[in-house]
């Protein structure tokens, strides 16, 4: 008799490591990066792995608002009947809110003399910048340090920018100097 042999190969199966998208407000701690596992075959569970993936992100507590990388790798993660697959996800920093538009004093108004004008802003940290002539501010606009002489008829613009928030509202005062 003859005995033939057969050489089967037993391919693993995929295990994918899909890192969690995540949030946090502006100032606070980066929050714990988390996962889950999709692949799992004939009824097996995560109990079949050792070790962990390893996960981090660009972001750190003090990183503006904005989207960051989260990057997930093999880590000390292992399996005898599995190979891995990764996916990355974001992190999220949100701003504390907008920040409050400016305001002006004297209000805009019709007056008979010349008016020296203040522009103020209650956001902490904001910055304060401003146009003349009904121009749109942005942040290379003119930046307030000190009061402005308004001595014609003018329409000033300002918005308040601070750190962890978004951009305030433009503001707008009109003064008619008659």
Same mark, same amino acid.
């Given at each position: 008799?003859?005995?033939? !042999?057969?050489?089967?190969?037993?391919?693993?199966?995929?295990?994918?490591?899909?890192?969690?998208?995540?949030?946090?407000?502006?100032?606070?701690?980066?929050?714990?990066?988390?996962?889950?596992?999709? @692949?799992?075959?004939?009824?097996?569970?995560?109990?079949? $792995? =050792?070790?962990?993936? =390893?996960?981090?992100?660009?972001?750190?507590? @003090?990183? $503006? %608002?904005?989207?960051?990388?989260?990057?997930?790798?093999?880590?000390?993660?292992?399996?005898?009947?599995?190979?891995?697959?990764?996916?990355?996800?974001? $992190?999220?920093? !949100?701003?504390?809110?907008?920040?409050?538009?400016?305001?002006?004093?004297?209000?805009?108004?019709? *007056?008979?003399?010349?008016?020296?004008?203040?522009?103020?802003?209650?956001?902490?940290?904001?910055?304060? *910048?401003?146009?003349?002539? /009904?121009?749109?501010?942005?942040?290379?606009?003119?930046?307030?340090?000190?009061?402005?002489?308004?001595?014609?008829?003018?329409?000033?613009?300002?918005?308040?920018?601070?750190? /962890?928030?978004?951009?305030? %509202?433009?503001?707008?005062?009109? *003064?008619?100097?008659?």
């Amino acid at each position: 008799t003859v005995t033939k !042999m057969v050489e089967i190969e037993v391919k693993k199966a995929t295990i994918t490591v899909i890192a969690s998208d995540a949030s946090v407000a502006d100032g606070k701690p980066i929050p714990r990066l988390t996962y889950t596992l999709k @692949g799992f075959v004939n009824g097996e569970n995560r109990n079949r $792995l =050792s070790g962990k993936p =390893s996960e981090s992100t660009t972001a750190k507590e @003090g990183s $503006l %608002p904005g989207v960051y990388p989260i990057t997930i790798k093999l880590g000390t993660l292992a399996a005898a009947n599995y190979r891995f697959a990764f996916e990355d996800a974001k $992190l999220t920093i !949100m701003p504390l809110g907008t920040a409050l538009a400016p305001t002006f004093t004297p209000e805009a108004g019709t *007056y008979s003399a010349a008016q020296t004008v203040t522009i103020a802003d209650k956001t902490p940290g904001a910055v304060i *910048y401003y146009t003349f002539h /009904g121009a749109i501010p942005t942040t290379a606009s003119f930046k307030y340090a000190k009061p402005i002489t308004v001595s014609g008829t003018e329409t000033i613009k300002a918005i308040a920018v601070a750190p /962890g928030y978004t951009e305030s %509202p433009v503001s707008k005062a009109k *003064y008619t100097i008659n």
